[in-house]
C-alpha cells in the first residue's frame, strides 16, 4: 500500500522556519501532480505548493498565493520524497499539512474542490504551529 510519510513539524514563532519532509515507500513519481496540502481548523484543505510531472519531468511549479516567496517545494525523485521549506512563517500559516501524490494535474484540482483528496496517496498530516 503506498503510504507517504510527513516528518517536520513543530510549533514556532512568527517569522520563523520550519523543514517537511515526506517519503514514499517503495513509489517512482510518474506523469502526476505531487505536492503539499494544508488544512487548519474550520477550512477547507487548500494546496500550498505542487510540482506538476505531466509536461515537464523537472516538473512545474504552482504555489498559493498566500506563500510565494515563503515557500519552496523540491523533490528527490530517487527517494521519492518531497519537501517543503517554509520561511517567515505567519500565524496564519498554522494548520495541518499533508503529503500528497498520484494527483491529477493541478489544473484539474478547482473542479475537484474537495473531493481531490479522494484521488492520489496522502499522508497522514503533520501539525505546523506559528505563534505571533
Known amino acids: 500500500q503506498v503510504q507517504p510519510t510527513e516528518s517536520g513539524g513543530g510549533s514556532v514563532q512568527a517569522g520563523g522556519s520550519l523543514i517537511l519532509s515526506c517519503e514514499v515507500a517503495?513509489?517512482?513519481?510518474?506523469?502526476?501532480?505531487v505536492g503539499w496540502f494544508r488544512q487548519a481548523p474550520g477550512k477547507e484543505r487548500e494546496g500550498v505548493a505542487l510540482?506538476?510531472?505531466?509536461?515537464?519531468?523537472?516538473?512545474?511549479?504552482t504555489y498559493a498565493e498566500s506563500v510565494k516567496g515563503r515557500f519552496t517545494i523540491s523533490k528527490d525523485n530517487a527517494k521519492a520524497a518531497l519537501y517543503l521549506q517554509m520561511n517567515n512563517l505567519k500565524p496564519e500559516d498554522t494548520a495541518i499539512y499533508y503529503c500528497?501524490?498520484?494527483?491529477?494535474?493541478?489544473?484539474?484540482?478547482?473542479?475537484?474542490?474537495?473531493?481531490?483528496?479522494?484521488?492520489?496517496?496522502w499522508g497522514q498530516g503533520t501539525q505546523v504551529t506559528v505563534s505571533s
Open positions: 510540482i506538476d510531472l505531466d509536461v515537464d519531468p523537472d516538473g512545474r511549479t
Open positions: 517503495e513509489y517512482s513519481f510518474r506523469r502526476e501532480c
Open positions: 500528497a501524490v498520484g494527483l491529477p494535474a493541478t489544473r484539474f484540482h478547482d473542479q475537484y474542490g474537495a473531493r481531490i483528496a479522494d484521488f492520489g496517496y
